[in-house]
Protein backbone atom coordinates (compact mmCIF):
# COMPACT_ATOMS: atom_id res chain seq x y z
CA UNK A 1 0.00 0.00 0.00
CA UNK A 2 1.40 3.43 -1.02
CA UNK A 3 1.70 5.87 1.72
CA UNK A 4 0.35 9.14 1.77
CA UNK A 5 2.64 12.86 1.51
CA UNK A 6 2.47 13.25 5.38
CA UNK A 7 3.12 9.65 5.97
CA UNK A 8 6.21 9.70 4.25
CA UNK A 9 7.36 12.98 5.74
CA UNK A 10 6.71 11.52 9.20
CA UNK A 11 8.82 8.46 8.31
CA UNK A 12 11.48 10.35 7.12
CA UNK A 13 12.05 12.21 9.75
CA UNK A 14 11.43 9.53 12.80
CA UNK A 15 14.09 7.65 11.01
CA UNK A 16 16.59 10.60 10.74
CA UNK A 17 18.37 13.17 12.41
CA UNK A 18 17.10 16.22 10.87
CA UNK A 19 14.21 16.79 12.56
CA UNK A 20 15.82 16.46 15.98
CA UNK A 21 18.21 19.65 14.85
CA UNK A 22 15.21 21.90 14.98
CA UNK A 23 13.11 20.28 17.45
CA UNK A 24 14.19 23.11 19.68
CA UNK A 25 12.71 26.70 19.50
CA UNK A 26 15.60 29.46 18.17
CA UNK A 27 15.29 32.74 16.85
CA UNK A 28 16.87 33.17 13.34
CA UNK A 29 17.99 36.73 11.74
CA UNK A 30 16.92 37.40 8.36
CA UNK A 31 19.64 39.07 6.49
CA UNK A 32 17.59 40.48 3.52
CA UNK A 33 15.37 42.43 6.08
CA UNK A 34 17.57 42.81 9.14
CA UNK A 35 15.16 41.00 11.33
CA UNK A 36 14.44 38.37 13.65
CA UNK A 37 11.90 35.32 13.56
CA UNK A 38 11.08 32.46 15.87
CA UNK A 39 11.12 29.32 14.89
CA UNK A 40 8.87 27.22 16.98
CA UNK A 41 8.07 23.50 16.12
CA UNK A 42 7.52 22.87 19.67
CA UNK A 43 4.46 23.25 19.33
CA UNK A 44 3.60 20.41 17.58
CA UNK A 45 2.72 21.55 13.84
CA UNK A 46 2.70 18.67 11.46
CA UNK A 47 2.41 19.85 7.87
CA UNK A 48 -1.27 18.25 7.46
CA UNK A 49 -2.36 20.88 10.05
CA UNK A 50 -1.74 23.35 7.46
CA UNK A 51 -4.10 22.24 4.89
CA UNK A 52 -6.83 24.26 3.80
CA UNK A 53 -10.09 22.27 4.46
CA UNK A 54 -12.13 25.39 3.28
CA UNK A 55 -11.36 25.71 -0.20
CA UNK A 56 -13.52 28.20 -2.03
CA UNK A 57 -15.06 27.12 -5.01
CA UNK A 58 -15.47 29.16 -8.34
CA UNK A 59 -18.78 29.87 -9.36
CA UNK A 60 -18.74 31.21 -13.29
CA UNK A 61 -21.66 33.09 -12.57
CA UNK A 62 -19.76 35.55 -9.87
CA UNK A 63 -16.74 35.88 -12.32
CA UNK A 64 -16.85 39.43 -12.42
CA UNK A 65 -13.68 38.59 -14.93
CA UNK A 66 -15.44 36.01 -16.72
CA UNK A 67 -16.43 38.57 -19.81
CA UNK A 68 -13.96 41.42 -19.16
CA UNK A 69 -15.96 43.36 -22.36
CA UNK A 70 -19.37 43.17 -19.81
CA UNK A 71 -17.53 44.15 -17.24
CA UNK A 72 -17.51 47.97 -17.50
CA UNK A 73 -13.99 48.08 -17.17
CA UNK A 74 -11.48 50.39 -18.91
CA UNK A 75 -10.29 49.67 -21.98
CA UNK A 76 -7.66 47.14 -21.78
CA UNK A 77 -3.59 48.11 -21.58
CA UNK A 78 -2.47 44.57 -22.86
CA UNK A 79 -4.35 41.58 -24.61
CA UNK A 80 -2.29 38.30 -25.59
CA UNK A 81 -3.47 36.44 -28.15
CA UNK A 82 -3.71 32.64 -29.15
CA UNK A 83 -3.40 31.45 -33.17
CA UNK A 84 -7.26 31.49 -33.32
CA UNK A 85 -7.28 35.19 -32.29
CA UNK A 86 -8.69 34.19 -28.50
CA UNK A 87 -7.19 36.49 -25.91
CA UNK A 88 -5.32 34.93 -23.51
CA UNK A 89 -4.24 37.44 -21.00
CA UNK A 90 -5.58 40.81 -20.50
CA UNK A 91 -4.09 43.88 -18.66
CA UNK A 92 -6.43 46.84 -17.92
CA UNK A 93 -6.76 49.59 -14.94
CA UNK A 94 -7.84 48.62 -12.01
CA UNK A 95 -11.49 49.85 -11.23
CA UNK A 96 -10.88 51.22 -7.74
CA UNK A 97 -7.51 51.90 -8.24
CA UNK A 98 -5.78 52.84 -4.96
CA UNK A 99 -3.39 55.60 -6.44
CA UNK A 100 -4.55 58.34 -8.45
CA UNK A 101 -3.17 58.11 -12.38
CA UNK A 102 -4.69 61.57 -13.47
CA UNK A 103 -2.90 63.81 -10.90
CA UNK A 104 0.50 65.17 -10.39
CA UNK A 105 2.84 64.69 -7.21
CA UNK A 106 1.77 67.41 -4.56
CA UNK A 107 3.01 68.07 -1.26
CA UNK A 108 0.26 67.39 1.77
CA UNK A 109 2.67 67.44 4.95
CA UNK A 110 0.86 68.63 7.83
CA UNK A 111 3.63 70.37 10.66
CA UNK A 112 5.67 67.86 11.44
CA UNK A 113 3.61 65.27 9.41
CA UNK A 114 5.27 64.29 5.76
CA UNK A 115 2.50 63.23 3.62
CA UNK A 116 2.25 64.10 -0.83
CA UNK A 117 -0.99 62.90 -3.10
CA UNK A 118 -0.65 59.21 -4.00
CA UNK A 119 -0.08 59.08 -7.72
CA UNK A 120 0.75 56.39 -9.66
CA UNK A 121 -1.04 53.70 -11.73
CA UNK A 122 -3.02 50.41 -10.73
CA UNK A 123 -3.77 47.71 -12.95
CA UNK A 124 -5.02 44.03 -12.94
CA UNK A 125 -3.87 41.15 -14.82
CA UNK A 126 -6.39 38.24 -15.56
CA UNK A 127 -5.82 34.74 -17.16
CA UNK A 128 -8.46 33.46 -19.48
CA UNK A 129 -10.54 30.67 -17.60
CA UNK A 130 -11.42 31.61 -14.26
CA UNK A 131 -11.89 28.05 -12.54
CA UNK A 132 -8.19 27.86 -13.18
CA UNK A 133 -5.68 28.93 -10.37
CA UNK A 134 -2.29 29.82 -11.58
CA UNK A 135 -0.92 26.90 -9.55
CA UNK A 136 -2.63 25.20 -12.75
CA UNK A 137 -1.37 26.97 -15.29
CA UNK A 138 1.41 25.57 -17.78
CA UNK A 139 4.66 26.78 -17.52
CA UNK A 140 4.21 28.13 -21.06
CA UNK A 141 1.01 29.79 -19.86
CA UNK A 142 2.59 31.53 -16.98
CA UNK A 143 5.61 32.93 -19.08
CA UNK A 144 3.35 34.85 -20.78
CA UNK A 145 2.20 36.07 -17.23
CA UNK A 146 5.12 37.28 -16.39
CA UNK A 147 6.31 38.72 -19.85
CA UNK A 148 3.04 40.80 -19.16
CA UNK A 149 4.54 41.97 -15.96
CA UNK A 150 7.82 42.97 -17.71
CA UNK A 151 5.99 44.63 -20.17
CA UNK A 152 4.03 46.44 -18.32
CA UNK A 153 6.20 47.10 -15.68
CA UNK A 154 8.59 48.70 -18.71
CA UNK A 155 5.74 51.44 -19.21
CA UNK A 156 5.00 52.16 -16.23
CA UNK A 157 8.47 53.00 -15.18
CA UNK A 158 9.06 55.61 -17.67
CA UNK A 159 6.22 57.97 -16.72
CA UNK A 160 6.70 60.77 -14.55
CA UNK A 161 7.15 60.46 -10.87
CA UNK A 162 7.45 56.83 -11.03
CA UNK A 163 10.02 55.08 -8.44
CA UNK A 164 8.88 52.13 -7.58
CA UNK A 165 6.47 49.28 -8.97
CA UNK A 166 5.09 46.61 -6.89
CA UNK A 167 3.71 43.49 -8.85
CA UNK A 168 1.52 40.93 -6.90
CA UNK A 169 -0.57 38.46 -6.55
CA UNK A 170 -3.46 37.67 -3.74
CA UNK A 171 -5.18 34.17 -3.72
CA UNK A 172 -7.98 33.55 -1.79
CA UNK A 173 -9.39 35.85 0.96
CA UNK A 174 -7.30 35.18 3.84
CA UNK A 175 -4.46 36.36 1.28
CA UNK A 176 -7.06 39.85 0.29
CA UNK A 177 -8.20 38.10 -3.04
CA UNK A 178 -11.55 39.95 -3.31
CA UNK A 179 -12.38 38.42 -6.75
CA UNK A 180 -12.03 34.78 -7.08
CA UNK A 181 -10.93 35.13 -10.81
CA UNK A 182 -7.02 34.63 -10.33
CA UNK A 183 -5.80 37.95 -11.16
CA UNK A 184 -2.13 40.09 -10.63
CA UNK A 185 -1.71 43.73 -10.08
CA UNK A 186 0.86 45.80 -10.67
CA UNK A 187 1.01 49.31 -9.20
CA UNK A 188 3.16 52.17 -9.49
CA UNK A 189 4.53 54.63 -6.20
CA UNK A 190 5.88 58.26 -6.35
CA UNK A 191 7.93 56.52 -3.60
CA UNK A 192 10.50 53.87 -2.43
CA UNK A 193 8.64 51.78 0.29
CA UNK A 194 10.11 51.38 3.35
CA UNK A 195 10.66 47.85 3.21
CA UNK A 196 11.97 47.90 -0.37
CA UNK A 197 14.65 50.66 0.97
CA UNK A 198 15.59 48.51 4.31
CA UNK A 199 16.56 45.60 2.04
CA UNK A 200 18.51 47.88 -0.25
CA UNK A 201 20.33 49.29 2.60
CA UNK A 202 20.99 46.01 3.96
CA UNK A 203 22.42 44.54 0.99
CA UNK A 204 24.60 47.16 0.68
CA UNK A 205 25.91 47.10 3.83
CA UNK A 206 26.66 43.17 3.75
CA UNK A 207 28.65 43.92 0.77
CA UNK A 208 30.92 46.51 2.25
CA UNK A 209 30.94 44.81 5.48
CA UNK A 210 32.20 41.00 4.11
CA UNK A 211 32.97 42.18 0.51
CA UNK A 212 30.42 39.87 -1.06
CA UNK A 213 27.02 40.23 -2.59
CA UNK A 214 24.35 38.60 -0.38
CA UNK A 215 22.07 37.30 -2.47
CA UNK A 216 25.19 35.48 -4.25
CA UNK A 217 25.99 34.13 -0.82
CA UNK A 218 22.85 32.38 0.00
CA UNK A 219 22.04 31.14 -3.36
CA UNK A 220 25.33 29.39 -3.08
CA UNK A 221 25.15 28.61 0.35
CA UNK A 222 21.29 27.42 0.32
CA UNK A 223 22.58 25.09 -3.15
CA UNK A 224 25.06 23.99 -1.29
CA UNK A 225 23.36 23.18 1.65
CA UNK A 226 20.33 21.77 -0.04
CA UNK A 227 18.60 21.66 3.71
CA UNK A 228 16.10 24.10 2.41
CA UNK A 229 15.76 23.76 -1.44
CA UNK A 230 12.88 22.84 -2.76
CA UNK A 231 13.60 22.87 -6.47
CA UNK A 232 16.36 24.22 -8.53
CA UNK A 233 16.66 24.42 -12.11
CA UNK A 234 19.32 25.66 -14.47
CA UNK A 235 18.79 29.64 -13.30
CA UNK A 236 16.56 29.92 -10.06
CA UNK A 237 16.71 27.95 -6.86
CA UNK A 238 13.42 27.97 -4.75
CA UNK A 239 13.95 27.64 -1.13
CA UNK A 240 12.17 27.85 2.36
CA UNK A 241 14.08 30.95 3.57
CA UNK A 242 16.26 29.99 6.75
CA UNK A 243 14.69 32.47 8.95
CA UNK A 244 10.96 32.07 7.00
CA UNK A 245 8.47 34.53 8.47
CA UNK A 246 5.80 32.12 7.59
CA UNK A 247 5.36 28.22 7.50
CA UNK A 248 6.24 27.04 4.32
CA UNK A 249 7.12 30.22 2.63
CA UNK A 250 9.62 29.89 -0.43
CA UNK A 251 11.72 32.18 -2.30
CA UNK A 252 12.51 32.09 -5.93
CA UNK A 253 16.04 33.71 -6.04
CA UNK A 254 18.24 34.36 -9.55
CA UNK A 255 21.47 32.12 -9.49
CA UNK A 256 22.93 34.91 -11.15
CA UNK A 257 22.51 37.55 -9.60
CA UNK A 258 20.21 40.78 -10.91
CA UNK A 259 18.85 43.80 -9.44
CA UNK A 260 16.32 44.58 -12.23
CA UNK A 261 13.69 42.14 -12.96
CA UNK A 262 12.75 44.66 -16.14
CA UNK A 263 16.11 43.55 -17.58
CA UNK A 264 15.55 39.94 -17.86
CA UNK A 265 15.34 38.15 -20.67
CA UNK A 266 13.10 34.82 -22.53
CA UNK A 267 15.07 32.09 -21.14
CA UNK A 268 14.95 34.21 -17.87
CA UNK A 269 11.19 34.49 -17.67
CA UNK A 270 10.63 30.69 -19.04
CA UNK A 271 12.97 29.32 -16.13
CA UNK A 272 11.31 31.86 -13.57
CA UNK A 273 7.67 30.04 -14.90
CA UNK A 274 9.03 26.47 -14.56
CA UNK A 275 9.92 27.66 -11.15
CA UNK A 276 7.14 29.06 -9.61
CA UNK A 277 4.70 26.88 -11.69
CA UNK A 278 6.31 24.33 -9.05
CA UNK A 279 6.43 25.81 -6.01
CA UNK A 280 2.91 27.04 -6.57
CA UNK A 281 1.43 23.31 -7.82
CA UNK A 282 3.58 22.24 -4.86
CA UNK A 283 1.33 23.90 -1.95
CA UNK A 284 -1.78 23.58 -3.94
CA UNK A 285 -1.16 20.27 -4.12
CA UNK A 286 0.49 19.20 -0.38
CA UNK A 287 -1.68 22.05 1.25
CA UNK A 288 -5.18 21.09 -0.10
CA UNK A 289 -4.71 25.26 -2.64
CA UNK A 290 -4.33 27.72 0.61
CA UNK A 291 -4.37 30.92 0.35
CA UNK A 292 -1.24 33.07 -0.47
CA UNK A 293 0.16 35.86 -1.69
CA UNK A 294 3.34 36.20 -4.20
CA UNK A 295 5.11 39.27 -5.34
CA UNK A 296 8.13 40.35 -7.15
CA UNK A 297 10.92 42.28 -4.96
CA UNK A 298 13.00 44.45 -7.71
CA UNK A 299 15.04 47.11 -7.19
CA UNK A 300 13.47 50.65 -7.48
CA UNK A 301 13.15 52.58 -10.97
CA UNK A 302 14.47 56.05 -9.45
CA UNK A 303 17.47 55.98 -11.39
CA UNK A 304 19.75 55.40 -8.04
CA UNK A 305 22.58 52.74 -8.56
CA UNK A 306 21.27 49.14 -7.05
CA UNK A 307 24.19 47.19 -7.89
CA UNK A 308 24.36 45.18 -4.68
CA UNK A 309 20.87 44.33 -4.89
CA UNK A 310 19.02 41.10 -6.70
CA UNK A 311 15.56 40.48 -7.56
CA UNK A 312 13.63 37.63 -6.28
CA UNK A 313 10.02 36.03 -6.26
CA UNK A 314 8.70 35.72 -2.55
CA UNK A 315 5.46 33.24 -1.80
CA UNK A 316 3.85 33.49 1.62
CA UNK A 317 0.81 30.89 2.06
CA UNK A 318 -1.56 32.43 4.44
CA UNK A 319 -1.46 29.20 6.90
CA UNK A 320 -1.49 30.71 10.14
CA UNK A 321 -2.44 34.21 11.86
CA UNK A 322 -0.43 36.85 12.66
CA UNK A 323 -1.21 37.84 16.19
CA UNK A 324 -0.39 39.76 19.68
CA UNK A 325 3.15 38.95 20.04
CA UNK A 326 3.88 39.53 16.45
CA UNK A 327 2.01 42.95 16.39
CA UNK A 328 3.93 43.88 19.58
CA UNK A 329 7.64 42.68 19.12
CA UNK A 330 7.36 42.61 14.74
CA UNK A 331 8.77 39.22 15.57
CA UNK A 332 6.80 36.41 13.56
CA UNK A 333 6.72 33.22 14.98
CA UNK A 334 6.81 30.01 12.64
CA UNK A 335 5.54 26.90 13.82
CA UNK A 336 7.58 24.56 11.34
CA UNK A 337 10.95 24.69 10.41
CA UNK A 338 11.79 25.86 7.33
CA UNK A 339 13.95 22.45 7.00
CA UNK A 340 11.12 20.13 7.35
CA UNK A 341 8.70 22.70 5.42
CA UNK A 342 11.26 22.13 2.22
CA UNK A 343 11.31 18.35 3.06
CA UNK A 344 7.54 17.94 2.96
CA UNK A 345 7.23 20.14 -0.18
CA UNK A 346 9.95 18.17 -1.50
CA UNK A 347 8.23 14.76 -1.25
CA UNK A 348 4.99 16.26 -2.52
CA UNK A 349 6.84 17.09 -6.11
CA UNK A 350 8.76 13.95 -6.02
CA UNK A 351 5.24 12.29 -5.86
CA UNK A 352 3.94 14.59 -8.44
CA UNK A 353 6.89 13.55 -10.66
CA UNK A 354 6.05 9.84 -10.05
CA UNK A 355 2.05 10.43 -10.83
CA UNK A 356 1.25 13.61 -12.95
CA UNK A 357 -2.41 13.79 -12.31
CA UNK A 358 -2.03 13.74 -8.47
CA UNK A 359 -3.67 16.48 -7.25
Known amino acids: MKLEIHEIYTQKIQDSNHSENYAEAELRYDLFRGKWVL ?37 DTLVYRDPNGEWTTRVFPNKFPAVSAESSVLD ?12 GMHEVLITRDGSRTFALLEVVELAEVIDAYQDRYLYMMNRKDVHSITIFHNHGPAAGGSVIHPHSQIMSLPIVSSAIQHEVEKASHYSKQAGMNVFEVISQFEADSGDRIVYENDKFIVYCPFASTRAFEMRILPKNQQPYFERIGSSEKLALADALSVALNAIYTGLNDPDYNYYIRTAPCNGADYSEFSYYVEILPRTHIYAGFEAATDIDIVPIAPEDAALFLREVIEKKAVNPNHQ
Open 108 to 119: LSEGPYPAMRAV
Open 39 to 75: ISPARGKKPDDFANMDKQKYDKQNDVFAQPGLSEQEP
